[in-house]
Every structure is written in structure tokens, then in C-alpha cells.
Nanobody
Framework: QVQLVESGGGSVQAGGSLRLTCVAS????????MGWFRQVPGKEREGVAV???????AYADSVKGRFTISEDNAKNTLYLQMNSLKAEDTAMYYC???????????????????WGQGTQVTVSS
């Protein structure tokens, strides 16, 4: 009964901030990597940020320095703090989980097994 429930998306002006939340259940959190991915129509899904059971993180170059992934193990919850948002960040954002890939493939969406329903982020310029 794996389930990922996302929230926190919305519409914001460029330069603003949002925090996405993903509540996970039905699997062993300590044995999984969790991450955020995004996709716009006509483009391939893009890895945004991933965190492993040890708290090590990886970020796409396009968001490094602006986005922060974190987790609250007590609440089985994953977060993505998004600051200094740009119009180019507009996308459907998905929470994902699965067996940790090799670190070189941390941001490869095809290596994750479980996905949330997505939450839309729209940034106006």
C-alpha cells in the first residue's frame, strides 16, 4: 500500500517561495531514496532534488542554491523548499521514492518505483 500524497503547489510571482510537501506511507522509508521531479507538456521529466537515507542530497544544476530538499522521518514527510522562483520553474512537480540508485543516477526518474499524483507550480513573471 505505497502511497505518496503531495501538496503545496500553487501560483506565485517570480522571486517568491513555495514549500511542497509529500507524505509517504506503505514502505520502509529508511531503505529508500526520495525525490522531487518535474515535468512540463512536451518535455521529458526532470529530476529536481533527491535525498537518500543518510540525508545526502543531489540537485539539478538549474535549482541548486534556490531549492532545498529535506525530510522529517518522524512524520514520514518529504519537503521541497523553493525560493527565488523563476517562470522556468513552472511545472507539475512529482514526489517519488524507490530503491536508491547509484549516486550518478540519483536524478534519473526511470529508476524510481513510486510516484505521487503531482502538484502544479505556476510562476508568473
Amino acid at each position: 500500500q505505497v502511497q505518496l500524497v503531495e501538496s503545496g503547489g500553487g501560483s506565485v510571482q517570480a522571486g517568491g517561495s513555495l514549500r511542497l510537501t509529500c507524505v509517504a506511507s506503505g514502505f520502509t522509508f529508511s531503505s529508500n531514496c526520495m525525490g522531487w521531479f518535474r515535468q512540463v507538456p512536451g518535455k521529458e521529466r526532470e529530476g529536481v532534488a533527491v535525498i537518500d537515507p543518510d540525508g545526502m542530497t543531489a540537485y539539478a544544476d538549474s535549482v541548486k542554491g534556490r531549492f532545498t530538499i529535506s525530510e522529517d522521518n518522524a512524520k514520514n514527510t518529504l519537503y521541497l523548499q523553493m525560493n527565488s522562483l523563476k517562470a522556468e520553474d513552472t511545472a507539475m512537480y512529482y514526489c517519488a521514492a524507490g530503491r536508491c540508485p547509484q549516486r550518478v543516477a540519483f536524478l534519473a526518474s526511470g529508476l524510481y518505483s513510486y510516484w505521487g499524483q503531482g502538484t502544479q507550480v505556476t510562476v508568473s513573471s
